[in-house]
């Protein structure tokens, strides 16, 4: 019994990683994939006219630092001269932005 009670734990931690994980995909897939493309390359033609960046660079990924990405999703972007290029979220929650911000993770090639 002793051994079972980590393992349960264990499973239940990995059931919540990958709901998170899952609702990431369906919200990046809904309010995302318009600009920054289904395979996150930025690809769109309103990915093209804002400047959407290649997530699946591994330099933009490792230049895009999580805490960065997550305020950008929240709060909108600006270019340096104030032009609105990504508007803030709407009614998702800082557990959901999360799960996007990891599920874009997901686009980086090694």
Do not use: N, W
């Amino acid at each position: 019994m002793k051994r079972l009670i980590p393992l349960i734990a264990a499973i239940i931690a990995t059931a919540a990683l990958t709901a998170t994980a899952a609702d990431g995909k369906a919200i990046y897939t809904k309010e995302c994939a318009k600009c920054h493309g289904a395979d996150g390359k930025g690809e769109t033609k309103m990915g093209k006219k804002m400047g959407a960046k290649d997530y699946t660079d591994p330099k933009v990924q490792d230049a895009l630092k999580d805490e960065a990405a997550i305020k950008a999703t929240k709060d909108g972007f600006k270019d340096k001269d104030g032009k609105v290029l990504m508007k803030p979220s709407e009614g998702l929650s800082d557990e959901d932005i999360k799960a996007v911000v990891a599920y874009m993770r997901t686009f980086k090639k090694k």
